[in-house]
């Protein structure tokens, strides 16, 4: 018996016979073109021949992982017809009067390692996708077939990798788990394996050429490891869990496209908050509703510079086209406080909780607010995307706001870029901007209750002191009489509320939001279902 740790993708249990998968290699030689043209339109035929091959593949996973695993395809055809992609290949064939699989080959591994080379995971990961767009290509030009194992009984897929390409193809009924060598957990295999709710572990250190099929392996997602040649003990520990895993699967999936609704016929929209891109696929797994609250601020923290507006316009588009037309709440840049990045030059501060964050840096430092907003209204264009802002505490913030954003729209338009005004909303976290809440809603389409800060700054009560968790009250009397009046200066401005912190995961206090007449709860993906069932019990 032998056990190996990895990165779980999935937190589900296999047991089952190994299958070790070798990947064919089809070598790309530098050969001399005769004739440019016919290199390129060996290369347009080859694309549209690919493009077939991705529909077929997205039809699949449509049925196998549902819109959201099936839109990665969708994206895949998309980089396909990119017109810059597509140029950079075609001069390369012109200059130097190459071969068209090995401009591909080149061009590929020149945004492969573009992409590697980005400090945000999720971007490190879209590296292998341009790897596979490349591969199938050049398996378009040469007439290599793709590899497509056929397996004769449920088994435990090992590779070195795997594309979602591959994965799709593999008959589901028969794949208990993946373990493979490589791989990013913001892959879009990754995202693939937890849409169709298969256990996965990558960057396993394994020698594929120990295993031989027909091993027994168990692949324990929630530990985060995998087994070989597992004791009978063993076994039947991880049958038993494998029967608890799909029971509590059921459950979960029988509330899967429901409403969030109570038995009275009141609705309330469950929305997700994520923290970084990938997050969005565990919130697609649990069915939210939408992201009520994604945190802009991961692009900032842990670079050494400011992200570009590129940068930024492709992760805010990925989410959205991720998210298939539910709605994206984006949060503008929220750096200060407990997030702190070296490069904004920001002074060491005695309460940083009160002092320079949020829309205040924004406001004073308009350059990099206007990057961002730059970016979020061209991404509105591709899906159903919202911005709020945070920190609020004065009409005026929200008036300068405007003005500015203002200012982005007529710069996007004399450029003649598109973009698409987004819904726009505010943070209500202080008790400031809850006093004055009547005049905010009027300049506002919606808030969006920050109940972390809100606590805190009502409360008198630093949530990052480990000495004060006796006093901090989530549910204190005074900072729910203040959702309350929230809720009502919205709805008589004819506004939606909702409340994206801790304290709408609070099972015991959702009936109480339901009566208040709070229209959306946006809470940690695992939470989602949970609180659909709180509701629908009701």
């Known amino acids: 018996m032998r056990r190996l740790s990895g990165k779980s993708v999935y937190k589900g249990i296999a047991l089952g016979p190994a299958v070790v998968l070798k990947k064919n290699e089809y070598p790309v030689q530098r050969i001399k073109a005769a004739d440019a043209d016919t290199e390129i339109l060996r290369l347009k035929k080859a694309a549209e021949r690919t493009a077939v091959k991705l529909q077929q593949l997205y039809k699949k996973a449509l049925k196998e992982a549902g819109e959201a695993g099936a839109a990665l395809f969708k994206v895949y055809q998309m980089i396909l017809e ?48 341009m790897k596979d767009i490349s591969d199938r290509l050049i398996r378009s030009l040469t007439g290599y077939e793709e590899n497509e194992p056929v397996f004769t009984e449920p088994s435990i897929i090992l590779a070195e990798d795997l594309s979602p390409g591959e994965t799709v193809q593999m008959d589901k009924e028969k794949i208990l788990g993946f373990v493979t060598v490589h791989g990013s957990v913001n892959s879009h295999t990754a995202i ?26 168990v692949v324990d997602g929630l530990k985060g490891e995998v087994i070989f040649e597992p004791t009978e003990e063993i076994c039947i520990q991880a049958r038993e869990r494998i029967h608890e895993e799909k029971e509590k699967l059921l459950l979960l999936k029988s509330l899967r496209g429901k409403e969030s609704i109570t038995s009275g016929g009141r609705k309330i929209r469950i929305y997700a908050n994520i923290g970084s891109v990938g997050d969005v696929e565990y919130a697609l797994e649990n069915d939210a509703e939408g992201i009520g609250l994604f945190r802009s601020e991961f692009l900032y923290l842990g670079r050494t510079d400011f992200p570009t507006e590129e940068e930024q316009f492709a992760v805010y588009r990925q989410v959205v086209q991720r998210m298939a037309g539910k709605k994206v709440v984006i949060r503008t840049l929220d750096i200060g406080a407990d997030k702190m990045a070296d490069y904004f030059n920001l ?38 995307l919202s911005v709020m802002y945070p920190m ?71 949530r990052q ?74």
């Open 82 to 129: 990119d017109k810059d992609y597509l140029d950079v290949i075609q001069n390369m064939i012109r200059r130097e009067m190459v071969n068209a699989e090995y401009a591909v080959f080149v061009t590929g591994a020149q945004y492969s390692e573009m992409f590697a080379g980005m400090e945000e995971e999720y971007m490190k990961a879209r590296a292998a996708d």
């Open 347 to 384: 002074e060491r501060e005695d309460n940083p909780a009160m002092g320079f964050r949020g829309i205040r840096i924004c406001l004073k430092q308009p350059k990099i607010f206007k990057t961002q907003l730059r970016a979020l209204l061209r991404a509105a264009v591709f899906g159903n």
């Open 192 to 217: 693939l394996a937890r849409m169709m709710n298969i256990p996965a572990l990558l960057g396993v250190p394994v020698d594929l050429d120990a295993i031989h099929t027909g091993m027994k392996v």
């Open 465 to 538: 002191n480990e000495r004060l968790d006796d006093f901090f009250d989530t549910r204190h009397k005074a900072v729910i009489r203040m959702i309350h009046m929230v809720v009502e200066n919205a709805h008589r401005a004819g506004k939606w509320v909702g409340i994206c912190g801790e304290l709408g995961a609070d099972t015991g206090m959702t009936e109480t939001f339901v009566n208040m007449g709070v229209d959306e709860l946006s809470v940690a993906p695992s939470m989602v279902l949970k609180l659909r069932k709180t509701v629908r019990e009701m």
């Open 392 to 462: 609020i505490t004065s009409v005026w913030e929200v008036k300068r706001i405007n003005e500015i954003v203002e200012e982005v729209r007529k710069e996007l338009e004399e450029e003649q870029i598109p973009y698409k005004m987004p819904e726009q909303g505010i943070m209500i976290e202080t008790p400031a901007a809850v006093m004055i809440s009547d005049e905010l809603a009027a300049l506002t389409d919606f808030f969006s209750i920050g109940t972390n800060d809100l606590t805190q700054y009502t409360l008198a009560i630093d």
